[in-house]
């Protein structure tokens, strides 16, 4: 594609993107656009198409800061490479500064040079597809204000996030510049009942930095790597999350990090989804209240005791063994979904799963075998079960 040709469509896209989020939102947006890309948002684990260009090291933390907050002209040249282009970008006014508003594209990470592979055509400047700002829960059609899904990248975003902190309902943040001091820096925000820290380097005492947000339901935590693997902990310094119901963190160390403190910390807490780099350290007991439990990790370590009954369990153990997954479900008596996806188990596991009065079960990138797969559907005809088609021949393993 010509580079003064996509220029004239993004400028086009991102007028139209600020015009209709006017037409939904109680704020007023400002003329002047900011820009914030994010590269690499497709799937594309399939194989490349001929003349498809991708660019894994787009997926950097650093090309996403540097993103994060840029003029026109910077877009043009992330997104314009000699000809290629992304074969679709969404395109968003997603919050305003008072004197900008700024403008989200979210690209597709397959480039191309072919016009025909470019997606949105219908609308008149492909590959542009123009949204509206995220609306909020149980939208009725009345304006809303743009900062119900905020972000914060750095200092000015939490200049901003402060004269808007009353409306916020999401939240993400996307710095550890303010983790010494447990968030402190961060405004108080009331209503705020989802929050992610995508680059979390809080030590002891973790959790106590959410206990000031009481609306707080959804909370998840992607841990960096921190010099003393040791240093995070969820004790909240005798405070409670109690509106808390889903909690995730990722990047767990491979020693104790508070398992046991977390009955105390979130007393309403149903659902749990913990992963590692490598070992998932597990050494407490699930709080009573869970019935949903996610790990995905390549191997557990610790006295690991999942809860007597579940609606959902899915373990994603790259590097684990029938054995370990059988030490996993001893004493789990109810398990409605079941999903071992990525986990080497074998035949071997069928015994250990047989016992459940299962609806779902995903068996995907797991060694079980094709006659295996047909007994389990002949067994249970009506459960939900993937892969959906056993391989023809006998012995190959699911996938």
């Known amino acids: 594609m010509n580079r003064d040709v996509f220029a004239a469509r993004f400028a086009a896209s991102a007028r139209a993107a600020r015009q209709l989020a006017q037409s939904l939102v109680s704020e007023r947006l400002p003329e002047p656009l900011v820009f914030r890309v994010r590269l690499n948002q497709s799937y594309d684990g399939h194989a490349p198409q001929p003349g498809e260009l991708r660019f894994p090291e787009d997926s950097a933390y650093g090309t996403a800061v540097a993103l994060s907050r840029c003029d026109a002209e910077t877009v043009v040249a992330a997104l314009w490479r000699d000809g290629h282009v992304p074969e679709w970008i969404n395109i968003a006014a997603i919050s305003e500064t008072g004197t900008e508003t700024v403008i989200e594209l979210i690209c597709c990470g ?11 055509p219908e609308e008149g400047w492909p590959p542009f597809h123009v949204l509206s700002p995220a609306q909020p829960p149980q939208y009725d059609g009345t304006p809303f204000s743009i900062h119900t899904r905020a972000e914060c990248w750095n200092r000015s975003d939490l200049e901003q996030l402060a004269t808007a902190c009353g409306k916020v309902w999401s939240f993400t943040l996307m710095t550890d510049e303010f983790d010494d001091d447990l968030l402190s820096a961060l405004p108080d925000l009331p209503g705020v009942e989802i929050l992610e820290h995508r680059v979390c380097t809080l030590g002891a005492e973790a959790m106590s930095a959410f206990s000031r ?12 790597a921190p010099s003393e693997p040791s240093a995070f902990h969820t004790g909240a310094g005798g405070g409670r999350l109690n509106a808390l119901t889903d909690l995730t963190i990722t990047g767990l160390p491979p020693c104790p990090w508070g398992q046991e403190m977390l009955d105390e910390v979130a007393p309403r807490l149903t659902n749990v989804d913990l992963g590692a780099t490598e070992t998932l350290w597990l050494d407490a007991a699930f709080p009573s209240s869970v019935s949903s439990v996610s790990l995905t990790a390549a191997d557990v370590a610790g ?51 047989e016992p459940y009065d299962l609806d779902y079960l995903d068996l995907v990138g797991t060694e079980v075998t ?30």
């Open 110 to 120: 397959r480039f191309t040079s072919d016009d025909s592979h470019l997606y949105h």
């Open 213 to 224: 947000f009481p609306e707080l339901r959804v909370l998840r935590l992607h841990l960096s």
């Open 303 to 353: 006295p690991a005791r999942l809860p007597e009954e579940l609606d959902r369990l899915s373990i994603h153990l790259t590097a684990a063994t029938d054995e370990d997954v059988a030490t996993l479900l001893d004493g789990v008596t109810r398990i409605r979904s079941l999903s071992l996806r990525g986990t080497p188990v074998s035949d071997a596991i069928l015994p250990v799963i």
């Open 370 to 399: 094709d006659t295996a797969l047909s007994r389990i559907r002949a067994d249970r005809p009506g459960i939900r079960m993937f892969p959906r088609l056993a391989f023809q021949n006998n012995g190959n393993p699911a996938s």
